[in-house]
Nanobody, 120 residues
Framework: QVQLVESGGGLVQPGGSLRLSCAAS????????MGWYRQAPGKQRELVAA???????NYADPAKGRFTISRDNAKNAVYLQMNSLKPEDTAVYYCNADIKNTARSTIHSWGQGTQVTVSS
């Protein structure tokens, strides 16, 4: 079994910062890609940022220049530093990962989400 647990969400004023963390645990041989998605009420879940095991990053346009994704392979963790937050960043943020959980299988896992609210 594999699980992802997010932390770091909360309430912040516009222009403020938050740092989200996600750690994977359980049966893990290796993790290829990890990323962050978000979903606002009434909207589709969308990619925020992703990072490969080699450190290659990909950012959605709204995140470029403001958010930074990073990972710690030794800890099976991924982080999202969010600066200059805007009200439109308000959403539930989900961690995901492509995980080789056995010698023969790979799964795509999701965390339960952490709420980020940007409001004055």
């Amino acid at each position: 079994q594999v699980q992802l647990v997010e932390s770091g969400g909360g309430l912040v004023q516009p222009g403020g910062s938050l740092r989200l963390s996600c750690a994977a645990s359980g049966s893990i041989f290796s993790i290829y890609a990890m990323g962050w998605y978000r979903q606002a009420p009434g909207k589709q879940r969308e990619l925020v940022a992703a990072i490969t095991s080699d450190g290659i990053t990909n950012y959605a346009d709204p995140a470029k220049g403001r958010f930074t994704i990073s990972r710690d392979n030794a800890k099976n963790a991924v982080y999202l530093q969010m600066n200059s937050l805007k009200p439109e960043d308000t959403a539930v943020y989900y961690c995901n990962a492509d995980i080789k959980n056995t010698a023969r299988s790979t799964i795509h896992s999701w965390g339960q989400g952490t709420q980020v609210t940007v409001s004055s």
